[in-house]
């Protein structure tokens, strides 16, 4: 029994600790993405694999209450470059014409993060919205990979 509790908490630490190092590696990796001279299809992309892993891990959590606090420490982390990037990328696909936002379209969706945000994005504003909460800098990030304009 003690060690089967024993074991318990190391698994509960390790996991911790996991969860803590791939948000410092976001942190780290969104700051240099939102001060890079990356062009901004490759600052989309980039920004896009991110989101996909966040939303894996938050979406792998038990409970709406885990998922959001995932969620939300990585906002709060993340708040500043997020919100550059979300800017940046929303004013440059605002100003693509409407042919260059349909080639956008075309070369997003070949891209190996498209099919996994298809089912990420709803799966996360369901699982958030049912255990009633919200996050507006996904949601910015959300109109944002659907290639909607960004309020």
Not at 58 to 84: C, D, I, M, W
Not at 88 to 98: E, R, V
């Given at each position: 029994?003690?060690?089967?509790?024993g074991l318990s908490?190391?698994?509960?630490?390790?996991?911790?600790?996991?969860?803590?190092?791939?948000?410092?590696?976001?942190?780290?990796?969104?700051?240099?993405?939102?001060?890079?001279?990356?062009?901004?299809?490759?600052?989309?992309?980039?920004?896009?694999?991110?989101?996909?892993?966040?939303?894996?891990t938050g979406l792998?959590?038990?409970?709406?209450?885990?998922?959001?606090?995932?969620?939300?420490?990585?906002?709060?982390?993340?708040?500043?470059?997020?919100?550059?990037?979300?800017?940046?990328?929303?004013?440059?696909?605002?100003?693509?014409?409407?042919?260059?936002?349909?080639?956008?379209?075309?070369?997003?969706?070949?891209?190996?993060?498209?099919?996994?945000?298809?089912?990420?994005?709803?799966?996360?504003?369901?699982?958030?919205?049912n255990g009633g909460?919200?996050?507006?800098?996904?949601?910015?990030?959300?109109?944002?990979?659907?290639?909607?304009?960004?309020?």
């Amino acid at each position: 029994m003690r060690q089967t509790l024993g074991l318990s908490l190391l698994i509960i630490l390790l996991t911790g600790c996991t969860a803590t190092r791939q948000l410092k590696v976001h942190h780290s990796n969104l700051t240099t993405l939102a001060s890079s001279n990356l062009g901004a299809e490759a600052r989309f992309d980039a920004l896009a694999n991110t989101l996909v892993e966040v939303l894996e891990t938050g979406l792998s959590k038990k409970s709406p209450v885990a998922t959001y606090r995932y969620l939300h420490k990585f906002v709060n982390q993340n708040r500043l470059p997020l919100e550059t990037l979300t800017n940046d990328l929303g004013f440059w696909t605002t100003s693509l014409s409407p042919l260059e936002l349909a080639g956008l379209g075309v070369r997003t969706a070949t891209k190996p993060y498209a099919r996994k945000l298809v089912t990420l994005i709803p799966n996360t504003e369901n699982r958030l919205k049912n255990g009633g909460y919200k996050l507006s800098v996904l949601d910015k990030l959300f109109l944002l990979f659907t290639l909607r304009k960004v309020k």
